[in-house]
């Protein structure tokens, strides 16, 4: 039995070679391009974004139900 490993799922194409490279991996194995990660910054106010928005959303729950 095989396991089918090879779909498009979680993978995306070097802009340096256009080759597909497996969404997992960070470098590409043909030319060594090394894909953009986000910044932990970046990710702790999108973090911080989302929470602001379902407090915003939970304060206009509770402002609508009283
Ligand atoms: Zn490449």
Do not use: H, K
């Amino acid at each position: 039995m095989r396991i089918v490993t090879d779909r498009n799922f979680g993978r995306r194409e070097c802009p340096s070679c256009g080759c597909e490279v497996p969404a997992n991996n960070n470098r590409c194995p043909v030319c060594g391009y090394e894909f953009p990660t986000a910044s932990p910054l970046q990710t702790r106010l999108r973090v911080w974004g989302a929470i602001l928005m379902l407090l915003l959303l939970l304060i206009l729950v509770l402002g609508l139900l009283q």
